[in-house]
């Protein structure tokens, strides 16, 4: 496997970039077919919850991955070139939502954009999906709806759950 690869960073890579994607080959963020669908979306809080299904859909199949590739960075240094890069890239494209949302109108005036782009890129980690969904044993539409609602309260000009959040919520 190794030969036809390379080494276990360059395979984690491989494997994540395809995750992300959910294809068999990778593509690029501005691509994907959430992110046109966000930036067509008027509404900022729909574009959150847009967003929060992604990441579930994402996570999913990105977390272990993700977190196999953390754990090698601590011993192997290309992994951990490898989960820099990854990292500061998720932190780019959580800029340019974040960006949208101003665009759009949905930026709480007290919050700039800088801690934005940090909020999310911090809240949609595979960390925090893993914790809640294996540790906390959260179904992931239960994570989905936490953290569609979580950005609007944190980010949005109003700080209540926003329509689209609730819209997913059970009857």
Known sequence: MYQLVGRKPVLLRALIEQALSGTDEPVVAE??????????????ARKLAIYAGAVREIQARLAPLLLALRDASATEPEAGEVWKEI????????RALVLDLEAAGGLRAAVSVDEAADTVWATNSSEL?????????????????????????????????????AALRPA
């Open 87 to 94: 990292s500061d890239r998720r932190a780019v494209n959580m």
């Open 129 to 165: 999906y893993l914790l809640l969904t294996d540790e906390r044993g959260w179904p992931p539409a239960r994570y989905e709806r936490w953290l569609a609602d979580t950005w609007c309260r944190l980010l949005l000009p109003d700080a209540g759950p926003s329509p689209a959040a």
């Open 31 to 44: 691509e994907r077919q959430y992110v046109e669908a966000i930036r067509a979306e008027p509404d900022p």
